[in-house]
């Protein structure tokens, strides 16, 4: 269960009253985790604040208290929500110093086994915190850490506090600088670590020595299910990224979700990878989104996607396929393949005669259920082949990002907020923030929690 912030309770000017006591019994009243075995998360946090001089977070009181009465009502498996891009929070953030005595307050309490605390301040001062309470928290299975200022030095604390870690099954380390040298951290981890499902290293600033790192373990670790590694450092025209990943896949046979968005894979990487491909029998989510693909190596893909039987999603987004790679591809769609459930070509200059083949491979296709295609050349053929696809039932509305419209007798499409991973960096401030309509991807080939 997920709990989200609402309003921030007092002013930061106003005075804090107390929080309401619960009654402790006689036999936990020497035990530095009462208030976590109790449930009295706020009561313990206000107590922990004074005795160690900390400003009281009126919004952090409000949460825990959120947080007691869910525990009230006999609720486990709880998340600590305190995301900082929550419109709720007004621009409270929290920092190495909040993180240190939220630790401490967690550090025993077996009610919440995920915390999610992105985009706020925490550095490696809270890094060091967060590995502090991976030795000793024994329930927490999801840590969200995306885009708190953690660099080198938080990301080796944090890497070397998994060594000895066996409950952590998914780790979100997005967005922190860590760079090439906490990222050769990570991969020495997971030589070690064999409880770790997934882990998120994208836009970490990874360096070439530490993706081929990366390639490396994973010929031998089997534990690790989903892994991203967007957005790396990379020089040269070499793709070696490219190629020590597609070796590892060759070996690998554990791995269902790869994240490679912006490593700038050309064709002669796609091959590569495509060759990897033919062995491998367990990936299942592909993301090569972002990255320099044109017609050439979409044609090595469909002919992969011929004998494939196990990949489920692919994302081609942002690449550069145009109509006759989109033609390969619907081929093999049509005539052979029928394990992809989702394919996602958004933005990648296909016209109109294009997309009309990727909409016809739909109806000899019984699997393909969701496609994604904004941001491409649309004409009225196109148009009218969408609407009839979503008016007849064959396409859901919830899985695809168009819908159509009519004005003067003419069908258009609209853009709908839908798609593999529209909520990867941020979630909505209403409605249901991990929807499948809006995260298809990870609802299709699930990998860790929290997906």
């Known amino acids: 269960m997920e709990l989200s912030q609402k309003q921030a309770g007092p002013a930061s000017g106003s005075p804090l009253p107390a929080p309401s006591r619960t009654p402790t019994p006689a036999w936990a009243a020497a035990d530095d985790s009462v208030a976590a075995s109790t449930g009295g998360l706020q009561e313990y946090y206000y107590d922990?604040?004074?005795?160690?001089?900390?400003?009281?977070?009126?919004?952090?009181?409000?949460?825990?208290?959120?947080?007691?009465?869910?525990?009230?009502?006999?609720?486990?498996?709880?998340?600590?929500?305190?995301?900082?891009?929550?419109?709720?929070?007004?621009?409270?953030?929290?920092?190495?110093?909040?993180?240190?005595?939220?630790?401490?307050?967690?550090?025993?309490?077996?009610?919440?086994?995920?915390?999610?605390?992105?985009?706020?301040?925490?550095?490696?001062?809270?890094?060091?915190?967060?590995?502090?309470?991976?030795?000793?928290?024994?329930?927490?299975?999801?840590?969200?850490?995306?885009?708190?200022?953690?660099?080198?030095?938080?990301?080796?604390?944090?890497?070397?506090?998994?060594?000895?870690?066996?409950?952590?099954?998914?780790?979100?380390?997005?967005?922190?600088?860590?760079?090439?040298?906490?990222?050769?951290?990570?991969?020495?981890?997971?030589?070690?670590?064999?409880?770790?499902?997934?882990?998120?290293?994208?836009?970490?600033?990874?360096?070439?020595?530490?993706?081929?790192?990366?390639?490396?373990?994973?010929?031998?670790?089997?534990?690790?299910?989903?892994?991203?590694?967007?957005?790396?450092?990379?020089?040269?025209?070499?793709?070696?990224?490219?190629?020590?990943?597609?070796?590892?896949?060759?070996?690998?046979?554990?791995?269902?979700?790869?994240?490679?968005?912006?490593?700038?894979?050309?064709?002669?990487?796609?091959?590569?990878l495509c060759d990897a491909l033919y062995l491998n029998r367990s990936l299942q989510y592909l993301d090569v989104s972002c990255n320099k693909i044109t017609q050439d190596g979409m044609k090595c893909l469909a002919d992969v996607l011929k004998s494939n039987t196990t990949l489920e999603v692919i994302d081609l987004s942002f690449n550069r396929m145009e109509n006759a790679g989109a033609n390969y591809l619907s081929d093999a769609l049509a005539s052979h393949n029928r394990a992809l459930k989702a394919l996602s070509v958004v933005s990648n200059n296909i016209e109109g005669k294009g997309l009309v083949a990727l909409s016809q491979s739909m109806k000899t296709n019984p699997t393909l259920s969701h496609i994604y295609i904004w941001g491409n050349k649309f004409d009225e053929a196109t148009c009218m082949a969408y609407s009839d696809l979503i008016h007849t039932g064959r396409l859901k509305p919830d899985n695809t990002d168009v819908e159509p419209f009519v004005v003067d007798g003419h069908v258009y499409l609209a853009e709908v907020s839908n798609g593999l991973k529209r909520h990867y960096y941020w979630t909505p401030g209403y409605g249901e923030a991990c929807s499948p309509s809006s995260n298809a991807g990870f609802s299709l080939a699930p990998v860790g929690q929290h997906l």
């Open 48 to 272: 922990l604040c004074m005795e160690k001089s900390q400003e009281i977070k009126p919004f952090i009181l409000q949460i825990l208290q959120e947080v007691d009465e869910e525990i009230e009502k006999g609720s486990v498996g709880i998340t600590l929500n305190i995301a900082g891009n929550s419109r709720s929070l007004s621009g409270e953030r929290v920092t190495g110093e909040d993180f240190w005595i939220l630790c401490r307050v967690l550090k025993n309490n077996s009610y919440i086994n995920g915390l999610d605390v992105r985009y706020n301040l925490l550095s490696d001062v809270g890094a060091y915190y967060a590995a502090k309470l991976l030795q000793k928290q024994r329930n927490l299975i999801y840590l969200n850490l995306m885009f708190n200022d953690i660099g080198p030095e938080g990301g080796e604390l944090i890497a070397k506090a998994l060594h000895k870690n066996r409950t952590l099954k998914h780790l979100r380390m997005t967005g922190n600088k860590i760079e090439n040298k906490g990222g050769m951290f990570f991969a020495a981890m997971l030589q070690i670590n064999s409880s770790l499902e997934k882990l998120d290293l994208g836009d970490c600033d990874l360096g070439m020595q530490s993706v081929i790192a990366f390639a490396t373990v994973l010929t031998q670790n089997q534990a690790v299910k989903g892994l991203n590694l967007n957005r790396p450092i990379l020089y040269g025209e070499q793709e070696e990224s490219t190629v020590h990943l597609s070796h590892m896949l060759k070996e690998n046979q554990c791995l269902i979700e790869l994240h490679m968005c912006k490593h700038d894979i050309k064709n002669c990487g796609m091959k590569q």
